[in-house]
């Protein structure tokens, strides 16, 4: 089995995604899926989207509006639930010390000045509950960096996990550190983790 992935960038006048389940980026992100089912062998029920930062608010956005088209998410860097109404498996990565969208509950990031964010822990939670998991959740250490936690017991066959990289910053885990913005993991691939949560998602497999 293979993948085939698609990497789109925003259509809009800004250089950032439009978190619009409806605006230009949504449209475009419609027809290019239309388009790729249109040109090559896909499995229609085997759709993913994975998203950073303002790509990963897009891709919450987005995949909330087209919940039968979108068989999981993953996100990093942002991870709150932007409506969805029906259970959705999601794997989500955030570090602690990220600057922009912060990790901890109730404080400010440089990505939305003089707003308080609801922390990662309470996002989650949120996602677990949407999903019909167990409040609390299996933490899993990997090396001295990264915590992986995932919400036990999750309705339809949904999953709901999330690395934690202690003292990470705006990044993705296992990429070019001299590309981010604060602390960038090794210990972890969120590529590599990804692809097998989709994988195990597809195939219906315990996560």
């Given at each position: 089995?293979?993948?085939?992935?698609?990497?789109?960038?925003?259509?809009?006048?800004?250089?950032?995604?439009?978190?619009?389940?409806?605006?230009?980026?949504?449209?475009?992100?419609?027809?290019?899926?239309?388009?790729?089912?249109?040109?090559?062998?896909?499995?229609?029920?085997?759709?993913?989207?994975?998203?950073?930062?303002?790509?990963?608010?897009?891709?919450?956005?987005?995949?909330?509006?087209h919940q039968t088209q979108i068989a999981a998410i993953?996100?990093?860097?942002?991870?709150?639930?932007?409506?969805?109404?029906?259970?959705?498996?999601?794997?989500?990565?955030?570090?602690?010390?990220?600057?922009?969208?912060?990790?901890?509950?109730?404080?400010?990031?440089?990505?939305?000045?003089?707003?308080?964010?609801?922390?990662?822990?309470?996002?989650?939670?949120?996602?677990?509950?949407?999903?019909?998991?167990?409040?609390?959740?299996?933490?899993?250490?990997?090396?001295?960096?990264?915590?992986?936690?995932?919400?036990?017991?999750?309705?339809?066959?949904?999953?709901?996990?999330?690395?934690?990289?202690?003292?990470?910053?705006?990044?993705?885990?296992?990429?070019?550190?001299?590309?981010?913005?604060?602390?960038?993991?090794?210990?972890?691939?969120?590529?590599?983790?990804?692809?097998?949560?989709?994988?195990?998602?597809?195939?219906?497999?315990?996560?």
């Open positions: 089995m293979g993948y085939l992935v698609a990497v789109p960038h925003s259509q809009g006048t800004e250089a950032e995604w439009q978190i619009d389940s409806h605006g230009t980026d949504a449209s475009f992100v419609d027809e290019l899926i239309n388009s790729l089912e249109l040109t090559y062998c896909i499995d229609k029920s085997a759709v993913f989207a994975a998203g950073f930062s303002a790509g990963a608010a897009f891709t919450i956005a987005y995949s909330c509006s993953a996100t990093v860097a942002v991870e709150f639930q932007l409506g969805c109404t029906r259970p959705q498996s999601i794997m989500a990565f955030h570090g602690t010390n990220d600057p922009l969208v912060p990790y901890r509950n109730g404080a400010e990031g440089l990505s939305l000045p003089g707003v308080r964010v609801r922390g990662t822990q309470l996002n989650m939670g949120d996602w677990a509950k949407l999903d019909g998991c167990r409040a609390s959740s299996r933490r899993q250490r990997i090396g001295s960096q990264v915590i992986r936690q995932q919400w036990p017991g999750c309705a339809s066959g949904t999953r709901v996990v999330l690395y934690t990289v202690v003292g990470g910053g705006h990044s993705w885990p296992g990429a070019d550190p001299k590309k981010a913005l604060g602390l960038t993991t090794e210990q972890v691939s969120a590529t590599q983790q990804i692809l097998s949560f989709f994988t195990a998602v597809e195939r219906g497999n315990a996560a």
